[in-house]
């Protein structure tokens, strides 16, 4: 096939490209698609990741070549400096547009290819016109043809959407840029999550390391011909967003458990331990020693009867923060000390202090609707 059959595709995520490549077949059936993925404006790379993880898979799917442009975020920022609090189809997004179809010209010239599109022109976040004069510009710089479809109109929005949901594909919730995921989880009242990351790398819900596991699994499922559901969960997501356990005029190394509420320096009366049956992870049950103070909800309980009850053998909190259990595992264990329903505050200290201790804990909870994959 000549160079002039050959068109290069920009593909900025797997829903846009997946019917656009589609429909631009049937438009162009003597032209062989190559998609290019070059985003560097996603944010943050594990979010980059897992979109690049959905478009190798729809490439498949449509048996189309894939070539990965490189990951150019610190250009990506010089490039849009002043333009940080732009609207959404402002200049930002204008200038965003521009550096990743100039790139795809630049690379479409070198490989000899003479036409190439993008994705982008079937968003319909996108503002389609300004697309096409830019395309054009940028086109005619290298002497090459900006391919210009429209495959929106008669239905094409909707069929998009059909055909994503058909094929299981990954919905992202926002467009990319971490300047438009702020303003608009403000919008929401809520914080973005996709912008935090626990320093342990656990795999809490509602993260992106949670979100990639749940598509990672389902292309396990299809390689291995496994029946699988993709769907979605509310879940009130909690989030550590600091905590400081305060002895006298000395911080000490603590952990503090999933869905401990916030403390804002509260002084707890003298801590009292009392011995106490609990079953541990396995159902197996274990005298142990719980701290109470009068006064304050807070529970404390020492890093050795957390490796009791969960079978771990961490030396200390301080390893535990670096590598933290499972969060099914945590969970588990609020369940077993304090009751599923619970809010107290957990506070896992090196060993059983008895005197009264300070606690400041800067506790987040948000109600969100979470990927999730059910399996056979």
């Not at 190439?116 to 096409?132: A, N, V």
């Not at 305060?246 to 911080?251: A, H, L, M, S």
């Not at 957390?306 to 200390?316: H, Q, R």
């Amino acid at each position: 096939m000549s160079a002039t059959q050959k068109m290069l595709v920009h593909i900025c995520c797997s829903v846009d490209s997946h019917y656009f490549l589609s429909e631009l077949r049937k438009i162009y059936p003597q032209h062989e698609m190559i998609g290019y993925f070059y985003n560097p404006n996603i944010h943050p790379k594990s979010e980059y990741d897992l979109r690049l993880l959905d478009v190798e898979r729809s490439c498949k799917m449509l048996n189309i070549p894939l070539l990965e442009g490189e990951y150019e975020i610190k250009k990506w920022f010089v490039d849009i400096k002043g333009l940080e609090n732009e609207p959404e189809k402002g200049e930002r997004c204008v200038k965003c547009f521009d550096m990743r179809l100039e790139k795809t010209a630049q690379v479409a010239h070198k490989m000899n290819i003479e036409s190439f599109t993008s994705t982008l022109l079937s968003s319909p976040l996108k503002e389609q016109q300004i697309l096409y004069a830019e395309g054009d510009e940028i086109a005619s710089r290298y002497g090459l043809d900006f391919i210009k479809v429209d495959v929106r109109s008669n239905g094409g929005t909707q069929a998009q959407s059909e055909l994503a949901n058909k094929d299981r594909l990954y919905k992202q919730t926002y467009c990319g840029c971490q300047y438009a995921l702020i303003k608009q989880r403000d919008l929401q009242k809520q914080i973005a999550l996709e912008l935090m990351s626990n320093i342990g790398r656990q795999i809490a819900p509602g993260s992106n390391e949670q979100r990639k596991r749940v598509f990672e699994i389902r292309d396990e499922c299809e390689a291995q011909g496994r029946e699988y559901a993709l769907y979605k969960q509310s879940k009130i997501i909690w989030r550590n967003l600091r905590s400081v356990c305060i002895d006298g005029d000395k911080v000490i190394s603590s952990y503090v458990i999933t869905h401990s509420r916030s403390k804002n320096m509260v002084k707890t009366a003298a801590i009292t331990y009392i011995k106490q049956n609990v079953k541990d992870i396995r159902s197996q049950m274990q005298s142990i020693q719980m701290g109470y103070a009068k006064r304050d909800d807070s529970v404390f309980i020492s890093i050795q009867t957390l490796n009791l009850l969960l079978k771990t053998s961490y030396a200390n909190t301080q390893e535990m923060v670096y590598n933290p259990p499972p969060y099914e595992d945590e969970l588990a264990l609020r369940g077993l000390l304090c009751g599923a329903d619970s809010l107290n505050p957990i506070i896992v200290i090196d060993s059983h202090i008895e005197r009264s201790l300070k606690l400041f804990i800067d506790a987040y909870f948000q109600e969100s609707s979470i990927f999730a994959i059910a399996t056979y």
